[in-house]
């Protein structure tokens, strides 16, 4: 799994890439925690370079302060059957 912080804007963005499961878990919540640090506002996080999540990968991106705005066919399946609320960009 790789993280990448991009800015636009004042806007935080992480882009997650790689299989995101219990192993990745802990670096995410750890990258998630600094930007919550250093920004104020939701964070949005994009998916789309995820082939495979489980429900531990997934668990940093539950926040209510994280918004998803693009996840891979496997994450979005994955994110409904968890009833969790996209924003996904077409």
Known sequence: M???????????????SGELDLAGKDLLEALLAHVRASSSGPIEVDLGRVPFADTHGLEPVLGP?????????????????????LRLSS
């Open 2 to 16: 790789a993280l990448e912080i991009h800015r636009i804007g004042s806007q935080p963005l992480v882009v997650v």
């Open 65 to 85: 302060d994280v918004v998803v705005v693009a996840a891979s066919p496997a994450v979005t399946r994955l994110l409904r059957h968890l009833d969790v609320p």
